[in-house]
């Protein structure tokens, strides 16, 4: 209660982290955590097999709502600039319980996603090879991230800078084989069907809806910019 009330009373917390990173640094990080390669590689190849030509829609409505939800981000790590994120939010205006609740699922989020992400690098790596195809393949990435994760705070903004050049350019070689080797024209995009049992099938609201959340995955990322605010 005092904390609160100190920030109530001066409009700020008393700084207890180096502010090391600059905007930039905090750009770089941020980015990185949208990770577009994985999105494109895993998440969006699931929305494609679910909504078919709808997943332009899909994907349009996500972006929209990262947006507003990305604006709450920004208004609340403004208020309260202390590092954590959402669970340091949640235990100031909720209290300590939710707050504590918030950090648990905050904590099996990220573990689910990281599993999610290096899981799928498998799949493409053993396109090149296909020794690299297993579960292995996804221990090594995690531990890997692990040792990068573990660098002093500024070292891992550019690490992780570097590795999202390369995310960018497989997407850049991705788009222009895509333009390239066109099967059909944008008017797929405005079709609601995707394959079924019995050919292409009409996808419904509902199934559109369902995917919302896979979707916003993909955009998921604005979390990291306040998760390195106390440090920017």
Do not use: K
């Not at 009330?5 to 905090?26: D, V």
């Not at 292409?200 to 916003?216: D, M, N, W, Y």
């Amino acid at each position: 209660m005092s904390e609160l009330h100190q920030a109530t009373s001066t409009g700020r917390y008393q700084q207890e982290l180096a502010r090391s990173l600059t905007m930039r640094e905090n750009i770089l990080i941020t980015l990185s955590s949208v990770t577009p390669a994985s999105s494109v590689f895993i998440i969006v190849p699931a929305i494609l097999l679910g909504v078919g030509g709808a997943s332009v829609l899909t994907m349009g409505l996500a972006a929209l709502a990262a947006v507003l939800v990305g604006v709450c981000y920004a208004e609340l790590s403004a208020t309260y600039p202390v590092t954590g994120g959402e669970y340091t939010w949640a235990a100031r205006l909720l209290g300590r319980p939710l707050g504590f609740g918030t950090f648990v699922l905050t904590m099996v989020n990220g573990i689910l996603i990281i599993a999610v992400i290096a899981l799928g690098t498998g799949d493409y790596l053993s396109a090149a090879w296909s020794a690299l195809d297993g579960t292995w393949v996804g221990v090594v990435v995690i531990v890997a991230t692990t040792v990068v994760a573990a660098l002093d705070i500024r070292t891992n903004a550019w690490v992780t800078g570097v590795f999202l050049a390369t995310e960018l350019l497989a997407l850049v070689v991705l788009t222009v084989l895509g333009f390239l080797n066109p099967e059909r024209g944008p008017g797929a995009f405005f079709s609601a069907q995707a394959a079924g049992g019995h050919g292409l099938e009409t996808v419904g609201v509902a199934a559109i809806i369902a995917l919302l959340p896979v979707a916003l995955f993909a955009f998921n990322g604005y979390g990291a910019a306040v998760y390195y605010v106390e440090e920017t």
